[in-house]
């Protein structure tokens, strides 16, 4: 190769070099997950909302897995964020948060270990997500005897619409059996105070207590791993938002979380108060 040829490749490798995504050396699964320790009996998770790419994890390709799913739930991770916020100022405390950063096309941590990653790589990051949730899940058991956990997520299906999803009454079995189903559809349960801001609500609030949930969405691994018919005596609900209630334009998934934190404090004040500091 004459020394002319070299000249012009070294420049055509400086200008490549830029290109080539900087080795993540110092960057910790932790990192990629967004963990709040709270003060109130509320525990808020948003695991589908994340767009960072997972350094030498490769894209899940979800062979045998059913519902597969490597869409995130834009916006939601905004939603949990603002949520957090709003809360703050209306009771004057802090909820738990843990909100995933990475890309749920590379993890899905609504799923079981065995479903939810493809290479070992992974494992780091999905307990970077269970552990400080569990951590929650505990600390409020400890603290409260009880709280409530909100697993954020959006669909696209019914798209003015938020769907419940709590396994038909499974994932909040200890707030069913104290103050009965009003308290999930009821006036001054969550749902009941977003509907009557003007929310559309799946099944409706006022639908008989057995209205089953829709089947896509009657909530995953995190409201069944943590919700209140296991040890951890967290009642869950997983709320799925639909894409307009999550728009960016005017702040749109802003004034979601606006609504949600007000719905959560009336909540709170209802139900939540009493229990043991
Ligand atoms: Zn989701």
Request: include cysteine.
């Amino acid at each position: 190769m004459s020394r002319y040829l070299f000249a012009p490749l070294l420049l055509v490798a400086i200008a490549l070099a830029p290109a080539i995504p900087a080795a993540p050396d110092d960057a910790k699964p932790a990192d990629f997950v967004v963990v709040q320790k709270g003060t109130l009996p509320i525990i808020v998770s948003a695991p589908h909302g994340g767009r960072k790419k997972v350094p030498d994890v490769p894209e899940r390709l979800g062979v045998g897995v059913a519902q597969f799913a490597t869409v995130l739930d834009a916006n939601t991770d905004l939603i949990a964020e603002r949520f957090s916020v709003e809360l703050e100022k209306l009771l004057n405390g802090k909820p738990w948060l843990v909100i995933a950063r990475f890309e749920r096309k590379y993890l899905d941590v609504n799923r079981p270990r065995e479903q939810s990653y493809e290479s070992d790589k992974a494992k780091p990051y999905y307990d970077a997500y269970h552990e400080p949730l569990e951590a929650a899940c505990k600390a409020v058991k400890t603290k409260f005897g009880r709280g409530l956990l909100l697993d954020i997520h959006g669909q696209g299906e019914f798209r003015d619409s938020i769907c419940r999803g709590t396994q038909n009454g499974k994932t909040v079995t200890l707030l069913k059996d104290r103050d009965g189903w009003a308290a999930i559809t009821g006036k001054r349960s969550v749902l009941g105070h977003l509907q009557r801001s003007g929310y559309k609500i799946l099944p409706s609030c006022e639908a008989d207590q057995k209205a089953k949930e829709e089947p896509k969405f009657t909530g995953g691994h995190i409201v069944g791993t943590y919700g209140s018919h296991t040890g951890y005596a967290i009642d869950a609900i997983q709320l799925e938002f639909g894409t307009f209630l999550r728009d960016k334009e005017k702040d749109k998934y802003a004034t979601t979380a606006k609504d949600l934190a007000d719905a959560v404090a009336l909540f709170h004040d209802e139900y939540l108060k009493d229990a043991k500091k």
